[in-house]
């Protein structure tokens, strides 16, 4: 849902003025947070939030954006590499809210650096996004998470500094960075800036950024596990699940096949290429198992698998959301990593260890087949064979 500049005039805090501009000091450019300058779209069709409307109005005694569902979108910024600072705030009852760079326009894809508010466990986080698709259930260890406590009643000062591949994220007043990702899935492009926000949101004041010119490396340094299947997968196209059965193995040739690649750790990332259906799961089940979630979609994945005898080999599979496994079109597994069902509260962080599976090999050309089906949060999967 798009809100316009009429929506949002009643909304200003005194002293707003139509035609504000940027404001430039010592090539920090700075970005009013007036409705004429972003563009705010509803992303989350389910979102249980008392509040739900995004404003600009005065909190703790400053101009800002509240925004509890979606993104904004800011207009007439471009930044590839370069420093971006903002202040956010904590809304009570928030849960998701955070500084994106490299928005495509609409923000179908971006990159963000995200707070829960009420987690230290998981306090600050780096995700991408393609499609809509905030894949932070594929990013929840090393560089890309970091605890703390976040402060609920004051300003907290975020600045990213962007050098190609690599975006060093400083909270607060930390002098080293708090979090460090160095394999940016979107470092290689320019793009706007924007606040995204789910399931409460935040606050946000204070926006500026400050353009870097200079010629880093965008060839990224991908490394794969042990054992990760990362040569020719291919994906068909996606399909709502109350049409195409996961469980009933596919007519191959009925299907269009596209070429993907794996990345880093070998995770072929489904979303880079498929939209993320972006629907809420449904809530655990005390006596039976969980159904799957309304308007959840399927994917079907497949390669080659080539073996000098027979044998059985164990597979090591992570997954978002669902997925059954074939081996030369027999179902061999079916596993489900949906948010809660795992456990009361589970966020279903991708686990590349959490399941396993052993493949009865023949000699030979092997076909290896996932269904993998998706809610929100995370479309993709890795294998791992055990060493034979």
Not at 205 to 220: E, H
Not at 348 to 363: F, G, H, I, T
Request: with cysteine; proline share 8%.
């Amino acid at each position: 849902m798009r809100l316009t500049r009429c929506l949002l005039a009643g909304l200003l805090w005194p002293g707003y003025h139509a035609a504000a501009q940027d404001t430039t000091t010592a090539g920090t450019i700075s970005v009013p947070l007036t409705p004429d300058r972003w563009t705010i779209e509803r992303l989350y069709r389910r979102d249980h939030t008392a509040d739900t409307n995004p404003r600009f109005e005065s909190h703790l005694g400053r101009p800002s954006l509240f925004l509890p569902n979606g993104f904004a979108l800011a207009k007439g910024v471009t930044l590839k590499n370069g420093t971006l600072e903002a202040d956010v705030a904590a809304y009570k009852g928030g849960n998701f809210f955070g500084l994106a760079f490299h928005a495509a326009t609409p923000p179908d894809q971006y990159e963000v650096v995200f707070f829960r508010p009420n987690d230290p466990t998981y306090a600050v986080q780096y995700a991408p996004s393609f499609f809509q698709m905030n894949a932070w259930q594929f990013y929840s260890t090393g560089d890309y998470i970091a605890s703390l406590r976040f402060p609920q009643d004051r300003w907290v000062h975020l600045r990213i500094v962007i050098k190609g591949l690599v975006a060093s994220v400083y909270v607060d007043t930390a002098t080293t960075p708090t979090i460090e990702v160095h394999d940016l899935p979107l470092g290689s492009v320019a793009g706007s800036i924007g606040f995204w926000a789910r399931a409460g949101g935040g606050y946000i004041s204070n926006i500026q950024y400050r353009p870097d010119t200079t010629s880093y490396s965008s060839t990224p340094e991908t490394s794969f596990l042990p054992g990760a299947i990362t040569q020719g997968w291919s994906i068909s196209d996606a399909a709502l699940v109350s049409e195409r059965d996961p469980a009933t193995y596919p007519d191959v040739h009925a299907l269009h096949w596209q070429p993907v690649h794996a990345e880093r750790e070998g995770i072929v990332l489904i979303g880079r290429y498929r939209r993320d259906p972006n629907v809420e799961g449904p809530q655990p089940l005390p006596d039976r198992p969980v159904p799957e979630s309304p308007g959840m979609q399927v994917v079907f994945a497949r390669t080659t698998l080539t073996s000098d005898r027979d044998v059985v080999r164990k597979m090591w599979i992570g997954y978002s959301d669902d997925v059954v496994v074939y081996l030369n079109g027999r179902p061999l597994y079916a596993g489900r990593n949906t948010m809660q069902f795992r456990e009361l509260g589970g966020s279903a962080y991708v686990n590349s260890y959490a399941d396993a599976v052993y493949l009865p090999l023949k000699k030979g050309k092997n076909e290896l087949m996932l269904a993998v089906s998706e809610a929100t949060a995370g479309w993709g999967f890795f294998c791992r064979l055990d060493p034979p």
